[in-house]
């Protein structure tokens, strides 16, 4: 256990130190350095002190055997017997990352009656699929999916294993790489292979978006990374490729302190992060009645409707359709922000958007630097307007 402490007879107490504290620990008391509850063992503070005052002593990591891991794991993510387009995505990008580690991308898939969906992952670029179907898995539990998980990892040692940002994935992950004592970085935007190191690089977004991480995992394995929908793009599939299916023994059921209750799907429609057209409402759509102008032009054009986060967080949309940083990534074909300011948060949930038409009254207003079609107007007159004249073109 890492721990620190003032060596009295060193300290002078010059205050050098207490400058060097991110989290404000160290007064002096009596002319002497006193390290605080606020404290977080950072070992920041060390090199301040150049009379050697400060005495660190840093937790001994414990690493396991990395050589022993090998190929790359996708977490194949299904529902109601269909897999989730991020499953698709992810397997394609593990097969990019495989032919530069020369090694084999593995699907694996818990479930129940989930046997068909083998070929599917196959076609996407899977080499192997490790399949576990049995009814007791028909509904996803982090706990008794993160257990078999856990014990597929240790047995089958995989280096880097992904998994989609989904509700799911997102407590399915931490589950894992906690119970294993391995790192995972969500959300990650890029995958790459360090090509003299052999070690997966994730970059994602850090503070606030205001900059890009790469974040790697040296000493543990397996490296593990997050996903959001439609950050990748899946392969061209090809169903006359072939590939190994591996049924993994049925253990006895795993008890579980989460039971569920109901099944709720709550969304309206279209999935935002399967849309290919949102309508997407700001703060300046002004009230929650006037979202109805939204809903009707997302109805004309087949689409859906998504929101920034005030919107969400004013109660008027639901957070499954927020788009953005703490929200979905989306990538349709059209996206229309209507009273949308276009903060760097809502615009880190847009992707690879083909077109972008921003409505806002403020011509400055940041979302037209991204838009390619702007309109200088009130959202709410512009939009019963766009519906009319699309409803008119499509009986035309
Ligand atoms: P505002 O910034 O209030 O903008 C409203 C816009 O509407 C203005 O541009 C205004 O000119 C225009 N307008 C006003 N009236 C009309 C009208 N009648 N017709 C047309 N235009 C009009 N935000 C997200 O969206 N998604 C996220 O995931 C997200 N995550 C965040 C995470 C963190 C850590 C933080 C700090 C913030 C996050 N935010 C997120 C919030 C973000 O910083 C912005 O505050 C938010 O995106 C602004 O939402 P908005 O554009 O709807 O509202
Ligand atoms: Fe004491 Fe070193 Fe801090 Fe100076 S820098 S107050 S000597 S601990
Ligand atoms: Fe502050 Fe980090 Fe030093 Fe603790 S270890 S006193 S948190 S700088």
Redesign the pocket.
Known sequence: MASIE??KD?????????GSCPFGA?E?IDS??VIGDKCTLCGS?VE???????NFIKDELEYNDISEYKGIWVFAEQRFGKLKPVTLELVGQARKLAETLKVNVTAVLLGDNVKLLAKELIAYGADEILIMDTPWLKDFNDQVYGEIMVNLINDYKPEIVLIGATSNGRSLAPYISATIKTGLTADCTKLEIDNKEGILLQTRPAFGGNLMATIVCPHHRPQMATVRPKVFKPIEPNYLKSGKITYIPIPSSIDSYVKKIKDIDNLEGLSLSEADIIVSVGKGIGNVKNIELAKELAKVLGGTVGSSRPVVDSGWMPYSQQVGQTGKTVAPKLYIACGISGAIQHLAGLADIETIVAINIDPDAPIFNVAHYGIVGDCREVLPLLTKKIRASKKA
């Open positions: 003032i060596l060193k300290c002078i107490g010059c205050k050098k130190c207490v160290i002096i002497k350095a503070c301040s002190c150049k009379l050697g005052a400060i």
